[in-house]
């Protein structure tokens, strides 16, 4: 890389503080921290034009960086800064930690994580966007003041290109899912008031929208963003640059936002209409026509299953929960009309859903309804999202695609493809990952107690190396184990 280093140790710069006049120094290095500031901004450009150019670097350490940190010249530290692929600062006091994180947060505007393993550290966590702390031989105050906390540095690539895009895009699609699943609903009764002249007469029974996000819809999506994932772990980490999908927001834009919408006022449009015209042609057992609550019961039935069916369209894996969320909460949806309409209390203040449901379902308007209004309002989704898969594909879709065939191997240590993809260390790793879960015993640093690993290993016919600090602390222990 091309190394742009601002430091304070120079030779100009000893010269200055040998003379010992504090006014002096501080008035020389801001001048030569901005003269090279100055110099590296324009020497910057250069190498963008060449595509094989070097990636650029900042050093800068503490003495400087106390006055690049100045109103003055902080506009030319972070425009410097983000043109650079890494930016080191040295020597710095944990102030300065937390002003260098503010200053890209604030003047960059930029998503900001900062991680560390000591009080020094507390405060550059506390200034980012999300604070990771490693809990280790310098105490628990970085794990105390951050966010997410981690025993070793390494799981930070699990945190980030494994969990960190799973709940990005389990976040993404819950939100996404209240939206449409809501607007849908509602919709139907605006579309009702066309009908009424604006008169306030309700579409729904109320028992209807209190228990519609409350039991209704509920658990299916609580699953989603419990269970949800794309790809597997082993692929998200063999393509680390599906992690770039989050910040794109490629998930939760404007677009993305004005798709769910039009499918949500579709379908509102499908339910209304087409339930509130059918019915309208339409006779009880008894020969009566279909009344305002056998409609609306009709339109909130259809509402249920389509909106928890449409649920499982936006799933990548669809697990035993799935089904059992989605399933439940329409059987949950006919217990209650059953019991709520089949009984009557001297407490009701009207009788208008008494019954509604059992003569509906005498009839076969019922269940030719119940299947095609589904199908209808759901037809709109399935056709964009196969014309987006199959031409407009995200990148993980892509990876989808590519691996659908090993899906169920490639976390299989014996797969001859995985090894040959594995360095020594992923290999370890991969083997250790198939053992039990055992609890270690001892006391010490969190999942890596000594000799844990190879010892469990070694049960299950698995040889697993020693580390280095693994026997080192070995002996140890058995040096203090020695009676004096």
């Known amino acids: 890389m091309k190394q742009f280093i601002i430091s304070s140790e120079t030779d100009a710069i000893r010269e200055v503080e040998e003379r010992g006049d504090q006014t002096e120094i ?10 090279q500031l100055k110099q590296f901004l324009d020497e910057a450009p250069q190498y963008f034009c060449s595509p094989s150019g070097p990636k650029l670097a900042l050093v800068i350490d503490g003495k400087c960086l106390m006055y690049a940190l100045e109103p003055s010249l902080r506009i030319m530290l972070l425009t410097l800064s983000l043109n650079c692929s890494s930016v080191v600062c040295c020597r710095v006091s944990p102030l300065q930690k937390a002003q260098v994180t503010s200053l890209v947060k604030k003047g960059a ?19 980012a966007h999300i604070g990771i702390g490693i809990s280790g031989l310098e105490g628990m105050q970085a794990v105390m003041a951050s966010d997410f906390a981690i025993a070793q540095f390494r799981f930070l690539e699990d945190l980030l290109l494994v969990h960190g895009r799973w709940s990005y895009i389990r976040l993404c699609k819950v939100v996404m899912y209240f939206f449409y699943k809501n607007l849908a609903f509602t919709l139907t009764q605006f579309w009702f008031t066309f009908g009424t002249g604006f008169s306030g007469q309700r579409f729904y029974d109320d028992w209807f929208q209190s228990l519609y996000n409350v039991i209704f819809t509920a658990l299916p999506v609580v699953i989603v963003g419990l269970f949800d994932q794309d790809i597997s772990s082993s692929l998200s980490k063999k393509y680390p640059e599906l992690y770039k999908e989050g910040v794109r927001n490629m998930f ?6 004005a798709i769910w919408a039009c499918f949500a006022v579709y379908q509102s449009l499908v339910f209304f209409y087409f339930v509130s015209l059918s019915s309208s042609t339409s006779r009880d057992s008894d020969g009566k026509m279909f009344g305002l609550w056998d409609v609306s019961t009709m339109a909130f039935t259809c509402v249920v299953v389509t909106v928890n069916l449409r649920l499982l369209m936006m799933c990548n894996s669809i697990t035993r929960w799935h089904y059992i969320s989605v399933g439940g909460s329409i059987i949950v949806w006919f217990v209650f009309i059953f019991v709520y309409s089949g009984i009557m209390t001297r407490f009701d203040r009207n009788d208008n859903m008494f019954w509604v449901i059992y003569v509906l379902m005498s ?12 199908v209808a309002a759901l037809l709109g989704d399935f056709l964009y999202l196969g014309v987006q898969r199959w031409f407009f594909p995200y990148d993980y879709q892509i990876v989808q695609e590519s691996h659908k065939d090993d899906a169920d191997s490639i976390n299989t240590p014996d797969s001859q493809e995985t090894k040959e993809h ?3 260390d992923e290999a370890r790793s991969n083997a250790i990952s198939q053992l039990p879960k055992e609890v270690s015993k001892h006391s010490g640093f969190a999942f890596d107690s000594p000799g844990y690993e190879s010892f469990f290993a070694t049960q299950f016919g698995k040889y697993v190396p020693p ?10 222990m058995k040096s203090k184990s020695k009676p004096k």
């Open 422 to 424: 594995l360095t020594p």
């Open 363 to 374: 009839t076969s308007y019922f269940y030719v309804t119940l299947l095609l209004v589904p």
């Open 252 to 257: 939760f834009n404007r677009r993305i936002v």
């Open 26 to 35: 501080a008035r020389f290095m801001k001048e030569e921290v901005k003269k």
């Open 467 to 476: 580390k280095a600090w693994d026997v080192a602390r070995r002996a140890s």
């Open 109 to 127: 505007r930029k998503i900001t994580l900062s991680i560390g393993d000591g009080a020094n550290d507390v405060s550059m966590i506390q200034a």
